[in-house]
């Protein structure tokens, strides 16, 4: 019965914990029963990194929204009880003394933690190639990448280990494999949840983002998570507006499509699966408009200025003098080097010789400064078309469906893929890619991005496209 | 703006990477073809817009002056590479000076 | 050329530590001398995930003493990140303010009145404590003091002189101490100096080459120190040599000057903005509020005083350089109405009776208003000098009104004829011989004479009425 419970919505599992029908360990049992499966022999999608152990929660959940949910959390948040990791060598086995606001607010709505999921490293990557541990695989083809850096729990989630995981965006780590895998992923309004206790990567893009088999697992799971934290100076006080609008007609609202978005590159099934989501938006009611966004192109140079440059500080506390990985050498300069250097995979290495370049003398002004400032013409091109009527905008989540693990090998082709996420992350508003269609039985995601904290209309888009595309367009 | 094999070198050192001199080649070109793709920005006309930027965001919340730490559900000693006495030691620094540098 | 023809040229950093009762950027004490890294959390441990948030009083403080040194206090400052790696150092940079800092454009006004310019001041945190010698081949790092809020004060190359340094130093601690913003003590290292010194002949208008003196650890080693590298800099342009620019340690107990040996000539710290942080953005009207919530300032009072109280400047200066002797002061001379003998009381029997009992002045049993009295019995000629100083001792153990001290003990002066005529008289009877030469004209022996009789009075008689008396007894 509870292995038949996982596979409906978390609201579902916390109604039948809170009324006794069933308990949350016997759904803790299913979610781990299923993990199990999923990881063993020829089928073994090396999603989890660390399972949690059965009974261990052993207080009796029965109250809170989501009680009894099993949850998948990302390796780079700081969980009690299991390990924290971020797919890196350098992090093996550390124990975090304190727990992320985003997972205790889970917690503290009654789910349970069942796994800490498989990632690039440092979230350093888009299809989980870059975790130490090795490659997380696509549950609806192993052959092909799961998308990443939070690939192992949008896996977990798309496998229905659990109807809920927690991943990180800093540009469109969350959105790109939910696209690949079939699931929901939202990364929220920046500032819209603490990132305290998220190991951070890009301070300026980072956002906890969560997956949900729907959208009304993912709406669910962002209500809960979101609110101003103390600990977090960037997080809003704004108050948090419900999630869980539900589904219904799109009249009055404008969706505008960016130009910029379908360029003649884009996969044509990619292309014709956004135009039949776009036809389904106008048949709800919505009045599609043809916008432009004029400096999308410039997205992701922009990105891999500030991301790698931010690392390269967020990065420097790992150097082996109080936790994590200590390699030994003679002097304490030649330690640091040491550990870091084994510590780190390539991914990482590059990125943070990347960084520290485009911030040492000389160099800051041509790159850090003038990524700075084309970053502020992309938000000023959202904040344009949001100022001019239009209430949400639609595109494709990635120029294509899942591709094969060990397909690309350059660098550069691989930051690629996050080209049309990196912009939300870039802009600091909130971005959703849900299911729209299959392509030879690979899922297609299209993306709904929405005015900073305006995650409402964002939702009552997604609700209404996922209705009117139907439950096919899933899984 | 080519980087060079010494730039990479200087980078790896003050990002304090051992990064050895077999693997350099393949960091200076993955670095040359990744700014190559960065120099589209330089077309772009921007002077003054992140300025402008920052200038419009809003101020940070601060916290009052009262105690009130995160509490460490792990020790230290847990996690530390090396303790004692309650300090973490590390090796000594090759360059410290028997005065001066206690600080 | 003489070393007289050369000119110094100093600029000082200083670091002060904030009075804060937690830490800049988490909620940890900022008591550093607790068990080692007892008071770390994850912020100040760097652990992965941890965030900053800004101690609201560590603002209150800096703009306090920002403004304090007439800087301009900006609505806008920006935190950055200063990248370096260094094993007391957790995060792998400090977070500091680079391009836009807390305040700009100050001044030190010296005790003789000369105004030396600060350049800025900005808000940062410190870093913990490294341990060279306690473990072989170790070292032990404790992160107590990590993130402890500072400023750091940093001044033009105006200062011409070690002894002007010093005097900067001087005035710079006194209006911190004013505004209480910190303890600005260097021996506990509340108070840190970095010296950037030069030299070049006078009239020559440029800076040459400048070398960075650490490890100053007292007023009189930056002074020393300057001296030392200064010496050095004009032997080294002399012998036709040139100062490359470079990092000198001072070692107080060679007393000499040498090169720090760090091996990263170049540092790059790469500074960004912090991205942990938003803004720092204060309303003109806060910053208006928080200059108006300053005490008076040492150099205003002492103005104060020299007009209101005709006192000296010297006594100015040492009147005002602790705040709570000042404040002592000012009620016993506006009470007293005598500013000068308050201001010798304060600095004689009051400053000693402290260091005897090495109590602070605001717990001294003589209150100001007491020893006001006293002050004016003295004016009214009811006490002698030598006689007010007992009834002040007294008054340390009796917390009665000095007057009655003195009635008990028998110490208010006579000035009566009738009683002094009667102790010369007794003079007179015992010592015929002084007697005899000064009523013949020995006008020398007065002196010796009104010794005696105060003697006879044990300290009572008016002097000045024993005086008159007596030179009607003399002829000529």
């Not at chain 3, 002189?161 to 303890?183: I, K, N, T, W």
């Not at chain 3, 110490?411 to 007697?435: C, F, H, Y």
Request: with cysteine.
């Amino acid at each position: 019965m509870s292995a038949a419970l996982l596979d409906l919505g978390a609201g579902a599992i916390g109604a039948a914990v809170r009324e006794g029908r069933a308990t949350a360990a016997s759904v803790l049992d299913a979610a781990l029963e299923r993990l199990r499966a999923v990881h063993e022999g020829e089928t073994d999608l090396h999603a989890v990194l660390h399972a949690a152990t059965q009974g261990l929660e052993s207080e009796p959940l029965t109250a809170g929204p989501l009680a009894g949910v099993p949850v998948a959390v990302k390796d780079n948040f700081c969980t009690r009880g299991l390990p924290t990791g971020c797919g890196s060598k350098i992090l093996q086995g550390w124990m975090s003394p304190y727990e992320a606001t985003a997972v205790r607010k889970l917690r503290e709505a009654g789910a349970v933690i069942v796994a800490k999921t498989n990632m690039d490293e440092f979230a350093m990557g888009s299809s989980t190639e870059n975790s130490a541990y090795g490659p997380s695989r696509n549950p609806h083809d192993r052959t092909r990448a799961p998308g990443g850096s939070s690939g192992g729990s949008a896996v977990a989630v798309a496998a229905g280990i659990a109807p809920i995981g927690l991943g990180s965006e800093t540009g469109g780590s969350v959105r790109q494999p939910a696209s690949f895998c079939g699931v929901v992923g939202v990364k929220p309004t920046y500032g819209r949840v603490s990132r305290f206790g998220l190991v951070a990567f890009a301070s300026s893009l980072d956002c906890v983002a969560p997956f949900g088999r729907t959208v009304d697992d993912a709406a669910f799971a962002t209500e809960v998570i979101s609110g101003h934290d103390p600990h977090d100076a960037t997080s809003s006080d704004r108050p948090v507006p419900s999630m869980r609008v539900g589904p219904g007609p799109l009249a009055g609202l404008v969706v505008g499509v960016p130009t910029e978005y379908f360029p003649d590159s884009l996969d044509p099934a990619v292309r014709a699966h956004c135009e039949r989501a776009i036809a389904a938006l106008k048949a709800q009611g919505a009045t599609v408009r043809e916008v432009s966004l004029p400096h999308t192109a410039l997205a992701i140079p922009v990105y891999y200025i500030i991301a790698p440059a931010e690392a390269s500080a967020n990065l420097a506390r790992f150097d082996g003098a109080r936790y994590g990985l200590r390699v030994a050498a003679p002097g304490v300069q030649e330690m640091f080097a040491a550990t870091r250097a084994t510590g780190f995979g390539p991914e990482v290495t590059r990125r943070i010789l990347l960084g520290t370049y485009v911030l040492s003398a000389g160099y800051y002004d041509a790159y850090y400064r003038k990524a700075q400032e084309v970053r502020a013409l992309i938000t000023a091109d959202f904040a344009r078309v949001f100022a001019s009527g239009v209430h949400a905008l639609f595109t494709p989540t990635t120029p294509t469906p899942a591709f094969k693990l060990g397909a690309i090998t350059d660098p550069y082709e691989m930051y690629l893929s996050d080209i049309f996420t990196v912009t939300a992350n870039l802009a600091g508003i909130p971005g959703l890619s849900l299911p729209i269609g299959r392509v030879q039985g690979l899922p297609v995601g299209g993306q709904i991005l929405a005015s900073h904290f305006d995650e409402p209309t964002m939702f009552r888009v997604a609700y209404a496209l996922e209705e009117a595309l139907g439950v096919e367009a899933h899984r | 703006m080519a980087v060079t094999p010494d730039d990479v070198r200087h980078v790896a050192q003050l990002a304090r990477l051992a990064i050895p001199e077999s693997e350099l080649g393949a960091y200076v070109a993955q670095l040359n073809s990744i700014l190559g793709h960065m120099e589209v920005l330089q077309q772009v006309p921007s002077a003054g817009l992140a300025q402008a930027a920052e200038e419009a965001r809003d101020g940070m919340r601060t916290r009052p002056d009262q105690p009130g730490a995160v509490r460490l559900e792990v020790t230290r000693e847990q996690n530390a590479p090396q303790m004692r006495d309650g300090f973490f030691l590390v090796p000594r620094l090759a360059t410290h000076e028997d005065i001066g540098e206690e600080s | 050329m003489s070393a007289a023809s050369w000119e110094m040229v100093v600029g000082l950093e200083v670091h002060v530590q904030l009075k804060t009762r937690t830490k800049a950027f988490c909620g940890c004490s900022a008591d550093f001398g607790d068990a080692p890294n007892r008071n770390t959390c994850p912020v100040c441990l760097a652990l992965p995930g941890a965030l900053p948030v800004l101690n609201e009083h560590a603002v209150v403080l800096a703009v306090r003493a920002a403004s304090a040194l007439e800087c301009t206090v900006h609505e806008r400052s920006v935190f950055a990140r200063k990248n370096y790696f260094y094993p007391d150092l957790p995060k792998g940079y400090q977070i500091s303010q680079a391009d836009r800092p807390l305040a700009t454009g100050g001044r030190v006004v010296l005790a003789d009145g000369t105004r030396l310019g600060i350049t800025r001041i900005h808000m940062e945190e410190d870093a913990g404590k490294s341990i060279h010698d306690r473990y072989p081949g170790m070292t032990a790092i404790d992160l107590n003091r990590s993130g402890v809020p500072l400023i750091e004060i940093v001044g033009e190359p105006e200062i011409r002189s070690s002894v002007q340094a010093g005097a900067y130093l001087r005035a710079l601690r006194e209006v911190l101490l004013y505004c209480g913003v910190s303890d600005v003590s260097m021996e506990e290292g509340s108070l840190r100096v970095d010296a950037n010194v030069s030299a070049r002949p006078h009239g020559e208008k440029t800076f040459r080459s400048r070398t960075e003196i650490k490890n100053l650890n007292s007023f009189s080693n930056v002074e020393r120190a300057l001296e030392l590298e200064f010496a050095r800099h004009l032997r080294t342009y002399e012998a036709g040599g040139t100062i490359a620019q470079q990092t000198m340690l001072f070692d107080g107990a060679k007393q000499e000057v040498r090169p720090a040996r760090s091996k990263e000539g170049s540092h790059d710290y790469r500074y960004f903005p912090e991205p942990d942080l938003p803004p720092l953005v204060l309303t003109r009207a806060w910053i208006e509020e928080q200059r108006l919530a300053l005490p008076e300032l040492p150099a205003a009072r002492r103005a104060r005083w020299i007009k209101e109280f005709a006192i000296s400047v010297t006594d100015a200066e040492v009147l005002s350089a602790a705040r709570e002797v000042g404040d002592y002061f000012e009620v016993a001379a506006a009470a007293s109405k005598d500013g000068k003998a308050a201001a010798n009381w304060v600095m004689g029997e009051v400053l000693a009776a402290l260091k005897e009992s090495s109590q602070p002045i605001e717990r001294f049993e003589v209150e100001p208003a007491r020893l006001a009295s006293l002050i004016g019995l003295v004016k009214e000629g009811l006490l002698s000098s030598s006689a007010a100083k007992t009834v002040f001792q007294s008054m340390r153990t009796h917390a009665i009104e000095p007057r009655a001290i003195a009635e008990r003990d028998g110490l208010l002066q006579v000035g009566d004829d009738s009683a002094l005529e009667e102790w010369i008289a007794e003079v007179w009877a015992e010592r015929p011989d002084e007697a005899a030469r000064f009523a013949a004209g020995e006008k020398k022996l007065q002196g010796v004479l009104v010794g005696f009789v105060m003697k006879k009075s044990r300290g009572r008689a008016d002097p000045k009425k024993v005086n008159q008396l007596l030179a009607a007894r003399t002829t000529g």
